[in-house]
């Protein structure tokens, strides 16, 4: 074949290439070498699924007028998160619903609203392709129910045993409405706590998934986005103290983070805990403090007393806030403590978490 | 102790701590657990390293003014980028000045000014404390070559076997001055091909740097970063037209994406490659094409006919630019095609790298 029916062999299998399906089963190395393999990866699996102008154009960046962004607010919030749940799947979510959920949740709790996300992923070689489309569909899934773009991406694999399947970070921008302050130095002597529901479900629905509790359970994680109830949260009162989705560390490490940044303790009621039967229960077994663990759909707030009735009812009225509750509140005896009141009438110091409870639980 | 004294005592290490540095001699789980290793590990590898406003404020977002972003343009760019690189250490860099430079430079090939990078790292247990300070000093030292911050970061741990080492992601903003319109669709007939200096210098002083090559040699990573070079550019054609570093899949990938997406015919002289002694040997030897071999501080531009010599002058006069040379230019023979005419007066299509030439090369 002459050099110039090669080429236009080629050209017409691009064209089709864009329509078509990847056609292996299993990441290869080659699908990490930044060649062919690659752009058919990233055209089918991702492009296809994510479809923006943004992500479309293949750009090695996305770009978006600064106008588009000032028609939000005056500041740009920027975060990132790294993903290595272990399993991928579990009741619930996996980890493309974790990724964008987490990125999402990061940028609300600044009061942003979240519009992009970039997405960087390390395959193991010999991944199924099938598990990533999964994780995939999660991902613009979940992208949809935030009203974010992923717009900008990456892939690297890695040789057999140099990664376990499949590790993904996002970075996400939002951008903060004018006279929005929330910051975890912000919690007032007077202010109440609340969370936005049953705590611990994300922590006990891995520990169930890896087969380490010997309980048949129902519980599922309560991996979700929660910037639209931030914004039912910010409309019934626009200035939210503190803000935080309860993580890696749970709900005890944030209240401990807001008491030590903002100087003040922080009075928790133990009986006041939405906690489920079967985390309760799981608990007890397994020796597990509820207020550790992690949580991939809840925020803790600290709100001027005076809107505590009335950030609680709107957040009741949200599906993301339905069981939300008052938990404590500020006072000012002394900077950087936390206390449990407990259901025995005792009072116990929460510190932060101390060594680690569950690896690779987000 | 009463909890009273108790916290008192925790508050005054607490403050202490930010001023102390890390005990520990490796990464175990606790130090992504959420908890107080991480915040130890956070306060001192990191906050300390990149000291800055937005990161030592560790909420869990950097939040930055909108009108402060328009000072340098009217669009943002948003990209990211994951480093696997192996081994972590080698001649003229190591992973953080790979996680730097790549993502700035990902910014600064679409004419902006990078501006804020995010970190994300996965670390594998039992890393040496003393080689993740060793990464986070060149993430600095690169930083502040490029002028940008690292604003946000992440920190993830997982147990031993399930990733090797340590993996590195970082996105990045950057701002696009108002006028500025680079894209891989813009190549048009006649325009000049650019390349920015010595082609496949990081490809191999890996390959070294693995003792996979028989050879004594002396070749150092290019990894850099190019905003200065490409600003130095900008300024002397405004008008560039494309512009793309050439990292995994090199100059050869590079130029099949500007021919693809312009639809357009790249001509390149092989006589013009700018190529190193030891470069040439090496792919000799190991029957490598450098055209694919991986660079980590180059960049290919297509440019007006007529702002070529300008450009390139210009180039010369810059350290990151000293060796650029044109190396071809673009025809309207055919769309998405790129001849390579040898030394021997023959011609060859090439295409873009089929399969894995180099697994884990950035």
Known sequence: MSDRAEAAVRVIEGSLRKRGRLRDSHITLAHGSGGKAMRDLIEDVFVGSF?????????????????????????????????????????????????????????????????????????????????????????????????????????????????????????????????????????????????????????????????????????????????????????????????????????ATVLNEFAQSSGVTIRVREAALPLRQEVKGACEILGLDPLYLANEGKLVAVVPAEAAQRVLAAMRAHPAGEHAAVIGEVTGEQAGVVVLQTVFGGERIIDMLVGEQLPRIC
């Not at 090695?60 to 000032?70: H, K, M, N, P, R």
């Not at 399947?165 to 921008?173: D, E, M, Q, S, V």
């Not at 975890?184 to 611990?200: E, F, K, M």
């Not at 359970?217 to 935080?244: F, K, Y």
């Open 51 to 251: 479809d923006n102008p943004a992500l479309a154009a293949l750009e090695d960046q996305a770009v978006v007028a600064l106008s588009e962004l000032a028609s939000h607010g005056d500041r740009l919030a920027f975060t990132t998160d790294t993903f290595v749940v272990n399993p991928l799947f579990f009741p619930g979510g996996d980890i493309g619903t974790l990724a964008v959920a987490g990125t999402v949740n990061d940028l609300a709790v600044s009061g942003a609203k979240p519009l992009f996300l970039s997405c960087g992923i390390v395959m193991e070689e010999g991944l199924p392709v099938e598990a990533l489309r999964r994780v995939v569909a999660s991902m613009k899934r979940t992208a949809e129910q935030a009203g974010v773009y992923i717009v900008t991406g990456d892939t690297k694999v890695v040789e057999r045993g140099a990664a376990d399947k499949l590790f993904i970070n996002t970075a996400g921008i939002g951008v903060v409405p004018e006279g929005i302050s929330i910051s975890a130095r912000n919690a007032r002597p007077g202010d109440a706590v609340i969370v936005s529901g049953y705590l611990g479900d994300h922590g006990t629905a891995i520990l169930v998934a890896r087969n380490e509790l010997a309980l048949e359970t129902q519980i599922a994680s309560d991996c979700q986005p929660l910037n639209g109830l931030v914004e039912t949260m910010l409309r019934a009162c626009p200035d939210l103290h503190c803000l935080r989705d309860a993580t890696r560390g749970g709900v």
